[in-house]
C-alpha cells in the first residue's frame, strides 16, 4: 500500500511563529499536493508539486510557501503564522490521471 | 470552471435504512469522478471512482454512476451501518491536469 505520512498530527504554534509541516511519501509519485480542510469549506487547494523542486500555486496560497528537494519530501511552511491558519492540513501524493490521490492522516494545526 | 457540489449535510439515517448523497459537476470535458471517506480523526480514502460516462463504481456497498447527461455522481448504499458514519466527498479530476477539486463534503450520521 502507498503510504503518506505526516509527520505530526497536532501543533499548536504561536503568532508569527515560522511553521512547517512534512509529508513523506513511500511510492515514488510524482505529484504532491497540500490542502486545508475546514468546516463548511470542504478541501481547498493551496499548493502542489509535478516534480522535484517545482511548484505551483493552488487556489489559496497566500501565507504559504513550499519545498521539495527530493522526490518523496514535501514541506509546506507558513513564514508567519496568523490565527486565520488555524486548520486541519492534508498532504495527499498520486502517480496518475485515473488513481486520484493518497492522503495522509492531516495535521491539525492550531496558531494561538 | 469546474467546480463540485454536494447535497447539504448534516445527514442522519437510522441502521438498515438506505442512503443517497447527491453530487453534481461542471467540467469543461469529462472528467474523472471520485467518492472520498473520512473517518474520524483521519485522512481522506478513496472509496469508489468512475472514469468515464456510464461507468459504476462500487466499493463496501457503495455505488455511484457517472451520468453524463445529468453531470451527476450520486453515492448510493442500500443499508448503512453504524461504521458509515464518516465525512464523504465528491471529487473531480480536472481532465488534462492533475487537481482533484472537492465539493464541500457531506457528514453523515447513522444512529443504531
Known amino acids: 500500500d502507498v503510504k503518506v505520512t505526516q509527520s505530526s498530527r497536532y501543533l499548536v504554534k504561536r503568532t508569527g511563529e515560522k511553521v512547517f509541516l512534512e509529508c513523506v511519501q513511500d511510492?515514488?509519485?510524482?505529484?504532491m499536493f497540500w490542502y486545508r480542510q475546514d468546516p463548511g469549506l470542504g478541501l481547498r487547494l493551496i499548493y502542489f508539486s509535478y516534480d522535484v523542486k517545482m511548484k505551483e500555486k493552488g487556489d489559496i496560497p497566500e501565507g504559504y510557501s513550499v519545498s521539495r528537494e527530493k522526490k518523496e519530501r514535501f514541506s509546506l511552511i507558513l513564514e508567519s503564522a496568523s490565527t486565520n491558519q488555524t486548520s486541519m492540513y492534508l498532504c495527499?501524493?498520486?502517480?496518475?490521471?485515473?488513481?486520484?490521490?493518497?492522503f495522509g492522516s492531516g495535521t491539525r494545526l492550531t496558531v494561538v | 470552471g469546474n467546480s463540485v457540489t454536494q447535497m447539504e449535510g448534516p445527514v442522519t439515517l437510522s441502521e438498515e435504512a438506505f442512503l443517497t448523497i447527491n453530487c453534481t459537476y461542471t467540467?469543461?470535458?469529462?472528467?474523472?469522478l471520485f467518492w472520498y471517506v473520512q473517518y474520524p480523526g483521519e485522512g481522506l480514502q478513496l472509496l469508489l471512482k468512475a472514469t468515464k460516462a456510464d461507468d459504476k463504481g462500487s466499493n463496501k456497498g457503495f455505488e455511484a454512476t457517472y451520468r453524463k447527461e445529468t453531470t451527476s455522481f450520486h453515492l448510493e448504499k442500500g443499508s448503512v451501518q453504524v461504521s458509515d458514519s464518516a465525512v464523504y466527498f465528491c471529487a473531480q479530476l480536472i481532465q488534462g491536469a492533475q487537481k482533484l477539486v472537492f465539493g464541500q463534503g457531506t457528514r453523515l450520521t447513522i444512529n443504531p
Open positions: 511510492m515514488d509519485h510524482e505529484n
Open positions: 467540467a469543461t470535458g469529462y472528467p474523472s
Open positions: 495527499a501524493s498520486s502517480s496518475g490521471t485515473t488513481y486520484g490521490y493518497t
